[in-house]
């Protein structure tokens, strides 16, 4: 088989990443409605974990690119159903949400409009550590242009304790994680998360 010029540039690349030569751009493909995505958690460091999220399933968009240190912030009111009282705080960050309310894509909206690059929206069953809900447009025929991922509640309410207890307004997170070729092992994953 014959290898062509494209592949022997993505090889030749790949190595330079490899030999710590390049630093690679952060730009992600996307992913795949079912297909988990990975953040982690770089402050505080007492949830320094990697957690689990699920993409919406009928609206938004993909990551498209990979954000290495970015803000996290709890929104106000939590389920971001009427205008925030913290919008300012979520321009170029991206908005924890608590499930609840109003639809999905309202939530994800209203984080738009203040400038949000991303949602995360966390169970509001905080005790809730396997259940993943597929998010779904809302039949508004409502258009988001921000990436919108479900967290586990127990997650997302862990995160906002830590966050209340080292008195900071929102998390630094990495988003989307790779974990492919990664042992379970490894990973610092969530001592209460069963995946």
């Known amino acids: 088989m014959a290898t062509t010029p494209i592949s022997l540039h993505a090889q030749f690349l790949r ?11 952060a ?12 953040f982690e958690v770089l402050s505080p460091p007492d949830i320094n974990y990697v957690f689990k999220i699920r993409p919406a399933r009928t609206f938004g968009e993909v990551f498209r690119h990979s954000f290495p240190r970015i803000n996290l912030i709890p929104t106000n009111p939590s389920h ?11 321009r170029g960050a991206i908005a924890l949400i608590e499930r609840g309310g109003c ?14 690059l991303a949602v ?6 905080a005790k809730n550590d396997w259940q ?9 025929d409502r258009e988001t242009s921000i990436p919108a991922v479900f967290l586990l509640g127990k997650d997302g309410y862990i995160i906002k304790q830590s966050l209340q ?3 900071m ?20 994953m969530p001592p209460w998360s069963l995946w």
């Open 27 to 38: 730009f992600v493909t996307g992913h795949a409605v079912n297909e988990n995505l990975f």
């Open 80 to 90: 971001s159903c009427s205008d925030l009282y913290n919008g300012e705080e979520l």
């Open 132 to 140: 993943y809900i597929d998010m779904i447009q809302d039949e508004t």
């Open 169 to 188: 307004p929102g998390a630094i997170i990495t988003i989307p994680v790779n974990i492919t070729g990664v042992p379970m092992h490894s990973l610092r």
């Open 103 to 116: 639809s999905f894509v309202s939530k994800t909206l209203m984080a738009e409009k203040y400038g949000a």
């Open 120 to 125: 995360m929206i966390h169970d509001h069953d």
């Open 15 to 25: 190595w330079l990443v490899l030999c710590g030569l390049i630093v690679p751009l």
């Open 165 to 167: 207890a080292n008195a």
